[in-house]
């Protein structure tokens, strides 16, 4: 509760000399509240006297809109923090595990299938984040390359997966005509 002085004019009682001070005609009246002084106008003082209320009010000001606001940003903030955060985590775990791979000498081709669901679970972490905006589209598409880049470099350094040079793809076209 906040304590409010309120000076109010229905409620006073003011005193019968009370007079209120007008700016027209101020240099040419004798009974003026105004005297001028050097060129400059001065007031004068008059007494008045009104009685004061002192009245209690509760603040019925609702909520400051930039508060909202704030308020607004930093639950979106945390929230888009944790899609972000989860979609770093499962590629880290992707990475990781494509370089345990590519270090391994004797991998067999069937060892892929658990990097690929782990590839899919970060697409999918991925893909959320970008839904709700989170991540740009183009960030969200620049991750998921970088994640398929790299396994396909795993398989080109086991032998598992041989990229077609320019001759052949020319072969297949003529061959295909």
Partial sequence: MATVV?????????????????LKGASSSPTSSFSARRGNMC???KPMRRQMIVCEAAPTKKADSAAKRAR?????RV?????????????????E???????????????????????????????????V????????ARRKSRLARRKKAVEIHH????????????EAV???A
């Fill in 159 to 170: 032998g598992w997966y041989v990229p077609a040079t320019a001759a052949a793809a020319e």
């Fill in 97 to 131: 595990a494509l370089d345990g791979l590519k270090k391994k000498s004797e991998a067999q081709p069937d060892e892929i299938v658990t990097v690929e669901k782990l590839i899919g679970e970060a697409y999918s972490a991925i893909d959320k984040a970008v839904k």
């Fill in 6 to 22: 309120l000076y109010l004019s229905s409620c006073a009682k003011f005193n019968s000399n009370f007079k209120f001070l007008s």
């Fill in 79 to 95: 929230y888009n923090k944790s899609k972000k955060s989860e979609a770093r985590t499962r590629m880290k775990k992707v990475l």
């Fill in 72 to 76: 607004q940003a930093e639950k979106r």
């Fill in 174 to 176: 003529a061959m295909a």
């Fill in 43 to 45: 007031v004068q003082k």
């Fill in 133 to 140: 905006r989170a991540l740009h589209k183009n960030t969200g």
